[in-house]
């Protein structure tokens, strides 16, 4: 398992993408464009807006606080056990069947803040991952390989910790 260290998460505050204060000019972007989506709010968002992405990664909370306003029947749904401020291992390997499998849910018991950098690795160049940002808009990340090696100095920077039970 990974843990950003203390003094490393305020890597983290700023966007990693472009940042847009709303959904809307994020819409027409998203036209024949392979895409997920990090979040249980902007997730909602894109499927009240008719843009269901391939794949979400979800928690059931925002802002700490609970949030049962997702669900998208049709997809299959994957369980994984991830701890705040980490990325398990169950995490990376889930994530990168889902890219391959595509139309899955992952419902993170835990929190899915930091699933951006195993999506990011693991989604083709091209593809788009959607996050949002609290209190500020929706995040927009275009996968190309320097956005592939970002992710992985940003992984560089956490620590190797045994996995919790």
Do not use: W
Request: charged share 20%.
């Amino acid at each position: 398992m990974l843990r950003l260290p203390e003094d490393q998460r305020h890597l983290f505050t700023r966007p990693f993408g472009t940042l847009y204060p709303s959904l809307d000019p994020v819409l027409p972007l998203l036209a024949g464009k392979l895409f997920f989506s990090v979040g249980d709010v902007v997730t909602e968002h894109l499927l009240q807006a008719g843009y269901p992405p391939v794949i979400a990664i979800i928690d059931g909370q925002t802002m700490r606080r609970p949030y049962d306003g997702v669900t998208i029947p049709e997809y299959q749904i994957i369980n994984v056990k991830n701890p705040a401020g980490c990325i398990s291992a169950d995490l990376i390997r889930v994530t990168k069947n889902a890219v391959n499998a595509g139309r899955m849910v992952i419902q993170v018991t835990g929190e899915e803040d930091l699933a951006v950098l195993p999506l990011a690795l693991a989604s083709p160049d091209g593809s788009l991952i959607l996050y949002g940002q609290p209190g500020e808009g929706v995040v927009v990340l275009e996968i190309s390989t320097g956005i592939r090696e970002k992710a992985q100095i940003f992984l560089e920077k956490f620590e190797n910790i045994p996995d919790q039970v």
